[in-house]
């Protein structure tokens, strides 16, 4: 990549948006997972924080859904801590998805986690429940979901006895 650009290190501060958006998920598709962390540092810099932890949000769902039942997540999740802490929404949705796969791998967490988290994990645990969920998440969802929507979906996806 050319020097100035976003993987060289430094990002383009390119007008529009549109142009940034599009670099930064190239740049997304083509990091090693060694240089992650500082991809998602640089990128949270961008003066259209909207813009950019769309683009961060974008690559952490596509990695975490990868890495979920991996033995590496525990040390990928780690690594982006400190990276995403500058972005209160970006560092919630990692910390949903280590909620996920707490609840995916059937590990412990708290009841409480689950029903103030947001309504994409809330839809997500509810509408794909993991393995895991449904002795414990759907249940709880079913009863203290966020929405009725949720609600309607966790008690539809609580296997039946019988």
Do not use: K
């Not at 020097?3 to 670099?23: K, L, M, Q, T, Y």
């Not at 982006?80 to 500058?86: C, D, E, F, I, S």
């Amino acid at each position: 990549m050319a020097s100035g650009d976003v993987a060289a290190g430094i990002p383009v501060r390119d007008p529009d948006e549109h142009v940034r958006f599009a670099r930064y998920r190239r740049a997304f598709d083509a990091v090693a997972p060694d240089d992650a962390a500082d991809l998602v540092a640089r990128v949270l810099t961008d003066p259209d924080p909207a813009m950019a932890n769309t683009a961060v949000c974008e690559y952490l769902d596509r990695r975490a859904a990868e890495l979920l039942t991996d033995p590496g997540y525990p040390a990928w999740s780690l690594e982006l801590t400190g990276p995403v802490a500058v972005d209160a929404f970006t560092a919630r949705r990692l910390r949903e998805w280590t909620l996920l796969r707490a609840i995916a791998l059937d590990e412990p967490w708290e009841a409480e986690q689950l029903l103030t988290a947001s309504n994409w994990l809330q839809l997500h645990v509810a509408g794909r429940p993991p393995a895991g969920a449904a002795r414990s998440a759907l249940p709880l969802l079913a009863e203290g979901g966020r929405t009725r929507r949720i609600r309607n979906i966790a008690r539809s996806r609580i296997p039946r006895p019988g």
